[in-house]
């Protein structure tokens, strides 16, 4: 299959982003997003649903066009290259939902205000991807050899995780976080669901600012991690973006899914570490070996049911023994 071949014609790129408005619109006017209430895990778990079913009916849309268009075998192709993609971004995001619980723990934001401020997360985690895929595409197009620091990126990265997984940041001592601290008028504690409010006719931003800031450079700093990931499985910017932007679409739900179990899943991280030096060296050997993308979904979803379930084993008492 030619990899230089790409599959976004216009009309697909303007359907989609217009899908993507329209549920955006739908979460934040329609299903409650406007109201502030604590998301309880019977609603996160059909959000969760949603998500995850609307993503497999786009992939499985998507094969049945291309099969026509182009054939069966690229249409096999990048429907497994898409599967691929949008697990690994789906698995990463766990990794996401870790520090938006430290975050929102270190500001204790009450539960009925989280869901504002990780809706507005999700459209600025949209707009940066977006911006990070169009560029990284046109890098990869025009220089070749970025494909070998994105991998080489990835395994370090991945080592890192690797060595610090248990190690906890301590966001007391943030720079940003310190800097607006200092330079910012500040409520002295929340106004509802309030990012800023007129006292004494000033601006002051209120503490579930701070918190939107620093959900908003998480989501950054782990699309810096992401984005390369999923060009080791396909250069095609269409099936980067739909597969990436599906897995953030869902990432809300996720975390108030996962939000009262995450402890039971601590040993994730290790297995996530792995995965980023797997797809690192996939791309580190791509131009002496192509690694099929059905035996890279093996291999992913392999790593990741291995540490989901070593996880709930060792966490299966409340004392996480045996």
Known sequence: MNEA???????????????????????????????????GFREAAAWSGVWITLAMLFNFGLWWYLDGAYGRAVADDKAMEFLTGYLIEKALAVDNIFVFLMIFGFFAVPAEYQRRVLIYGVVGAIV????????????????????????????VTGVKMLMFAEAEPDLSKNPL????????????????????????GVRVFTPLFLVLVMIEVSDLIFAVDSIPAIFAITTDPFIVFTSNIFAILG????????????????????????????????????????????????????????????????TRTPTGRH
């Open 177 to 200: 976080l310190n800097w607006i601290k200092r330079h910012m008028r500040l409520t002295s504690g929340y106004r509802g669901e309030k990012f800023w409010v007129i006292e004494n």
């Open 5 to 39: 071949l790409t599959v976004g014609e216009p009309w697909m790129w303007a359907a989609f982003v217009g899908f993507v408005l329209a549920m955006l619109a739908v979460d934040l006017f329609a299903a409650g997003g406007n109201k502030a209430h604590k998301v």
């Open 128 to 155: 940066m991807r977006a911006a990070m895929i169009l560029a990284g595409a046109w890098l990869v197009r025009e220089f070749h050899w970025v494909l070998y620091l994105f991998g080489a990126f990835l395994v």
């Open 251 to 314: 990432l809300r739900a996720m975390y108030f899914l996962l939000a009262g179990v995450a402890d039971r899943f601590h040993l994730l991280k290790y297995g996530l570490a792995m995965v980023l030096v797997f797809v690192g060296v996939k791309m580190l050997i791509v131009d002496f070996y192509k690694i099929p993308i059905g035996f890279s979904l093996g291999i992913v979803a392999l790593i990741i049911g291995t540490f989901m379930f070593a996880s709930l084993w060792v």
